[in-house]
């Protein structure tokens, strides 16, 4: 099991910028596929980005070329840099865990992630 903790959400206006940044301990971290989702009010939980041991990435279509994600393996830390923030983009925000033989990527179904952050709320306003 994976005790992550995420931090770094607040409340920005639009077209600002965050970094979210989830640490993990665990001393498999560098094996794992990482992703962050976020949960909007009154809506389901959605993936936004993972990535993998190879460093290789993938991004959901509502986020793609507004966020990154990357990992510092020497830290145990995984993180989501935020830019252009809009309105829609206000929720809750995880990062996860999943073991290294799925598929990683925000395809997947999210019950493949076991272990979780108890999240960090991002609030944009207009």
């Known amino acids: 099991q994976v005790h992550l903790e995420e931090s770094g959400g607040g409340s920005v206006q639009a077209g600002g910028s965050l970094r979210l940044s989830c640490v993990a301990s665990s001393n498999t971290y560098r094996r794992l596929c990482m992703a962050w989702f976020r949960q909007p009010p009154g809506k389901e939980r959605e993936g936004l980005a993972t990535?993998?041991?190879?460093?290789?990435?993938t991004y959901a279509d509502s986020v793609k070329g507004r966020v990154t994600i990357s990992s510092d393996v020497a830290e145990n830390t995984l993180y989501l840099q935020m830019n252009n923030l809009k309105p829609e983009d206000t929720a809750m925000y995880y990062c996860?865990?999943?073991?290294?033989?799925?598929?990683?990527?925000?395809?997947?179904?999210?019950?493949?992630?076991?272990?979780w952050g108890q999240g960090t709320q991002v609030t944009v306003s207009s």
């Open positions: 990535i993998d041991s190879a460093g290789v990435t």
């Open positions: 996860a865990a999943a073991q290294p033989w799925i598929y990683c990527s925000v395809e997947v179904d999210r019950n493949l992630f076991g272990d």
